[in-house]
């Protein structure tokens, strides 16, 4: 088993694990190869992916995101997807990506990590709980406009 950064050779197994993690939680998936690569290896590179391989094949990936706490001169990470292909999963690789995750954040500076989970997703409540994460209490309230 390898912990990587995903390279373009990556994007057709990558792919379906995006779109196979959105279609669990209800999303309808829109990304396609084209947007993926231009996230990753376009001229602004958005997110930072790492992949599982064990035997050239992609078992898992995580993808992060830049944070700040600007008025605290702190940098993070936001844990945006954390996926393994369920035929690899109780093999400690969902564990393996995140200590890699945490790695990559303070190899990048970063002081924390923060991930979001759907309130009713209890498994993954407690697999983060069980990796010493803490919930935190969220009073802000947060505002969009589509541009």
């Not at 373009?8 to 197994?13: F, N, V």
């Not at 396609?32 to 898992?60: N, R, Y």
């Not at 954040?105 to 993954?124: D, K, P, V, W």
């Amino acid at each position: 088993m390898k912990i990587r950064k995903a390279e373009r050779r990556d994007l057709p197994g990558l792919l379906p694990m995006v779109q196979g993690l959105a279609r669990h939680h209800d999303d309808l998936p829109r990304l396609t190869e084209e947007s993926l690569e231009g996230d990753l290896f376009g001229p602004v590179p958005w997110f930072h992916v790492l992949v599982v391989e064990e035997e050239g094949a992609l078992l898992g990936y995580a993808a992060l995101l830049p944070l700040a706490r600007l008025q605290h001169g702190e940098r993070g990470l936001d844990l945006h997807h954390l996926y393994v292909e369920g035929h690899a999963r109780g093999r400690g690789l969902g564990r393996a990506l995140l200590a890699a995750c945490e790695d990559l954040g303070r190899a990048m500076g970063c002081s924390y990590l923060i991930i979001g989970t759907h309130a009713e997703n209890a498994s993954a409540h407690a697999f983060y709980m069980a990796q010493d994460y803490q919930p935190i209490p969220n009073p802000a309230r947060r505002f969009m406009r589509q541009l």
